[in-house]
Every structure is written in C-alpha cells, then in structure tokens.
C-alpha cells in the first residue's frame, strides 16, 4: 500500500510539546483521516492523558474509547456524529483508561467489539481483519496486547508511546515477545506514522521503532553489567540501571526488571542468587 507522505518534522519525542503536538494532530487530518480525541486524565501512566483514535468515516471505527469521563465521551459521540456513525471499537488492550468507557460508547452507539480477550464480538488474533483494521500481536505490556495497522497508519497502544518509553509486565515470556514484535513491526512497510495510545503522533515510525528496540537492548546491557558487578537485589538493580525513574514510576520499573530478568533467564545467563521481584504471575 503506498501512504501519503507526511512533512518534514522535527525530533517528535520530548514530551509532546504542545503547538507542534496540535500541527502535528492537524497534519493527521490533511494526510489522513484519523482524529484524536485525547481524554482528560493526565498523569504519570497516562502522559498528558489516553488517546482514543477515530479512523475513516460513514462510518468511522474508535481504537479505544479511553476512560469514563463524561467530558472526553461528549467530545467523542460529537466526532462521531459527525463522522456518519460508528462501524465498530476496537481495543489495543484492556487496561481501564483505554477501555472504561467502551459499554458507554456502544450504549449510545451499537456497535461490535474487537479485543485480545473478553466479552468481545471479533476476537483479535495475528492479522485478523476488523474493519479498515488489521491486527499485529505485540505482547509486552499486556499479554493480549494488539496494534491495529490501517490508513498509512500504526495505532501502537501502550505498545510504543509518543514520548517516554512504556513498562513492561512481568508474565513469562513477555520481554521476548516485546522485542520480536518491535521487530516484525519495524519491518512493515505499510504504514509510516504510529498513533499511540499516550503522547503525539510519530511521524518518523520506523526511526521510533529502531528507537524501542535499541532502548530495551541498552538496558539489558546495563542490567548485564550490574549483575556482573555483583549487584543482585531488586533495590540494587533499580538504583543501577533505572536511576532516573521518579520515585511513583519504581513499581513499574520493578515490573520491567522483573520482565529483563526473566528473558536472562531463559537465555541460562540470569546468575542463580539474584533477588527476583515478586508478582503474581497473573496475565496482565
Ligand atoms: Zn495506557
């Protein structure tokens, strides 16, 4: 599929600042027709708050409707109205600020549910078709994590974000998963601007996703250096290799220790006395 060629921008990472984050939502517009509605609940999981994506129109499809705020829900029936109706809604994931509001939404707007897992209509899988949507399983952050590829487009989720970098879940397996998705991903060739679900758009999509890769792999690099340094807690590890997480952001980082660990582990060079953070191993 050829895509329109977006303009020139400038590094988009660095926390989103606000008049190139509002060009770069009106380039999403001219090249595309994709709009943003973001919900209004900042902080420090959600950036500057939960993207919910609108993609096409008569009718147009909703990538995750986001948390139950009534004000996001006005501005999102409004886009939709405006749009010619809603043909379905579809979740990256099931984590609430992305999905809260979705019995909310096809309440006012009947319309079938695509997710990786629960009460949905279209159930997501590798390459599976919803919609102007095809699926690309990226586990990592949540286990039934997807990206919806339409349009010239990556819808990422949690999967890669607009700024910053993303936590992974401490569930088997899951930062070899990461990796490999980030991987496949980075070699498609058919869309050219991720849409995530936190932070601006990424008009350099395969420079971000190079980006993600190499960032995950500098870590563990540190973290191979720090065990062998000797250092072997959690608290150790944390103070060595996550230095600059703010003190709020530390149980995520656990979680992603914990998911660097355990790929150490099934590579048999993880040493046998190193603390492992407790979890339950539930499937985020
Ligand atoms: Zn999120």
């Given at each position: 599929?050829?895509?329109p060629?977006p303009?020139?921008?400038?590094?988009?990472?660095?926390?989103?600042?606000?008049?190139?984050?509002?060009?770069?939502?009106?380039d999403l517009l001219a090249h595309y027709?994709?709009?943003?509605?973001?919900?209004?609940?900042?902080?420090?999981?959600?950036?500057?708050?939960?993207?919910?994506?609108?993609?096409?129109?008569?009718?147009?499809?909703?990538?995750?409707?986001?948390?139950?705020?009534?004000?996001?829900?006005?501005?999102?029936?409004?886009?939709?109205?405006?749009?010619?109706?809603?043909?379905?809604?579809?979740?990256?994931?099931?984590?609430?600020?992305?999905?809260?509001?979705?019995?909310?939404?096809?309440?006012?707007?009947?319309?079938?549910?695509?997710?990786?897992?629960?009460?949905?209509?279209?159930?997501?899988?590798?390459?599976?078709?919803?919609?102007?949507?095809?699926?690309?399983?990226?586990?990592?952050?949540?286990?039934?994590?997807?990206?919806?590829?339409?349009?010239?487009?990556?819808?990422?989720?949690?999967?890669?974000?607009?700024?910053?970098?993303?936590?992974?879940?401490?569930?088997?397996?899951?930062?070899?998963?990461?990796?490999?998705?980030?991987?496949?991903?980075?070699?498609?060739?058919?869309?050219?601007?991720?849409?995530?679900?936190?932070?601006?758009?990424?008009?350099?999509?395969?420079?971000?996703?190079?980006?993600?890769?190499?960032?995950?792999?500098?870590?563990?690099?540190?973290?191979?250096?720090?065990?062998?340094?000797?250092?072997?807690?959690?608290?150790?590890?944390?103070?060595?290799?996550?230095?600059?997480?703010?003190?709020?952001?530390?149980?995520?980082?656990?979680?992603?220790?914990?998911?660097?660990?355990?790929?150490?582990?099934?590579?048999?060079?993880?040493?046998?006395?190193?603390?492992?953070?407790?979890?339950?191993?539930?499937?985020?």
């Amino acid at each position: 599929m050829s895509t329109p060629h977006p303009p020139d921008r400038d590094a988009e990472s660095g926390g989103g600042e606000e008049s190139s984050e509002t060009s770069s939502q009106a380039d999403l517009l001219a090249h595309y027709d994709i709009r943003l509605v973001r919900a209004p609940n900042p902080g420090p999981f959600t950036l500057s708050g939960t993207n919910t994506w609108l993609v096409g129109r008569h009718p147009t499809w909703v990538i995750d409707p986001g948390p139950l705020i009534e004000e996001h829900l006005d501005g999102l029936y409004a886009e939709i109205e405006v749009r010619g109706g809603l043909g379905g809604v579809v979740l990256t994931h099931d984590h609430h600020d992305h999905s809260e509001a979705v019995e909310a939404l096809r309440g006012t707007f009947p319309a079938p549910l695509a997710g990786g897992r629960g009460a949905v209509d279209v159930q997501l899988g590798e390459q599976v078709r919803f919609g102007p949507f095809e699926s690309v399983a990226t586990p990592g952050h949540a286990v039934d994590h997807y990206a919806l590829i339409a349009e010239g487009a990556c819808f990422t989720g949690d999967a890669v974000l607009g700024s910053g970098s993303v936590f992974i879940s401490p569930y088997r397996g899951a930062m070899s998963g990461y990796l490999l998705a980030l991987t496949r991903l980075r070699l498609r060739e058919d869309f050219n601007v991720l849409c995530p679900g936190h932070g601006p758009p990424v008009w350099d999509a395969h420079t971000k996703l190079e980006e993600y890769v190499a960032h995950r792999i500098d870590r563990e690099n540190h973290l191979i250096v720090a065990l062998g340094e000797g250092r072997r807690t959690v608290a150790e590890l944390l103070d060595a290799v996550w230095s600059e997480v703010a003190a709020e952001l530390r149980p995520l980082a656990t979680a992603t220790l914990a998911a660097h660990l355990d790929k150490l582990e099934e590579e048999q060079i993880l040493p046998r006395d190193v603390e492992r953070p407790r979890f339950e191993r539930t499937e985020w």
